[in-house]
């Protein structure tokens, strides 16, 4: 329409007798190439226009959407923690149920199975409330108070800890640190959490090995340069299970993803999700019939991402 109009505006141009002719000549082509020039800068402008409203759309729909996944984060949460109590409440009468009936005179007969659907509820009630307990881990608010630590020293109090536990399971824990300190910026509770899920996560891939079969927790660390060329501190968490199949190795830090009956599948995902908000790196190396090895990369000096609040208190 605008070229339209400058078009017939040049028709109408007066101009001196004999001269019009050759001044409409002379002007038409420049004022033609303006009228284009103005249409094109109109057309992208317009489209620009709806391109910016297209995107404040989205991120409005997506500020929405955050909102009600924060809303339903704080319900289901909320929910979690009134279900988790009586649970508790149920564990605990089914205990007392449990010495009440013991000392009652009855015949083993009658007094065997009750004690065993006893003990079945009791178990269930406790394996509901560590569901409940990861999940609430898992999806609570992350928040950290990193501050230069000894890696070394970190990973040698959770062996300590740990250790009973893998004895208990034909398990020998092998530490192969680095010498002197390992200083990392970290959180070390929330380090000790995340490293201590991958070590139950090698316990377990080693509870079915084959009598015989060695069964060793390697926990190896050093100090390596990070793709960004800076210095990470690293840690490895070594098992000498039946590694993990090619099938499952993608969906391993998904949410309740496991291929361990009982297993929640929340203990890799909060690791990683630990790790990462460290500014670190959980990686996973595994070969079938010889084992697996979590890498674990953690910054040595403060990064943006870490601090993400105050620590719990």
């Known amino acids: 329409m605008l070229l339209g109009a400058l078009s ?50 989205a991120a409005d729909a997506r500020a929405r959407r955050a909102k009600r996944l924060a809303e339903l984060g704080a319900m289901t949460r909320g929910l979690a923690h009134e279900i988790k109590n009586p649970l508790s409440t149920i564990g605990l009468n089914v205990q007392l149920l449990t010495e009440s009936i013991e000392d009652l005179r009855l015949d083993e007969d009658d007094r065997g199975p009750l004690l065993r659907r006893l003990g079945s509820l009791g178990r269930e009630a406790e394996r509901l409330r560590g569901i409940l307990t990861d999940f609430l881990e898992y999806a609570g608010e992350l928040r950290l108070e990193p501050r230069p630590a000894d890696l070394n020293a970190t990973v040698d109090e959770l062996i300590d800890f740990f250790l009973p536990q893998a004895e208990s399971q034909g398990v020998r824990v092998r530490s192969d640190l680095s010498r002197g300190e390992l200083v990392a910026w970290i959180d070390p509770p929330h380090i ?25 927790l390697i926990l190896r660390t050093g100090r390596e340069t990070g793709e960004d060329r800076e210095s990470v501190a690293v840690l490895h968490v070594i098992d000498t299970g039946s590694g993990i199949p090619a099938e499952a190795i993608e969906r391993i830090f998904d949410p309740y993803f496991t291929t361990k009956a ?52």
């Open 262 to 313: 009982g297993g929640s599948g929340l203990g890799l995902p909060t690791a990683r999700r630990i790790i990462e908000g460290h500014g670190g790196r959980l990686e996973v190396h595994t070969e079938p019939g010889r084992g697996t090895d979590f890498s674990v990369s953690l910054p040595c000096e403060r990064t943006e991402i870490q601090g993400e609040g105050p620590a719990r208190g």
């Open 192 to 216: 000790k959490q995340a490293v201590l899920n991958l070590m139950l996560n090698a316990l377990q891939a080693m509870s079915k090995q084959p009598e015989g079969a060695a069964r060793e």
């Open 8 to 57: 017939v505006g040049l028709l109408l141009v007066p101009g001196p007798a004999g001269a019009s002719g050759s001044v409409a000549r002379g002007l038409g082509p420049g004022l033609i190439g303006f009228a284009i020039g103005t249409l094109l800068t109109v057309l992208v402008t317009m489209a620009l226009v709806r391109r910016h409203m297209a995107r404040v759309r």
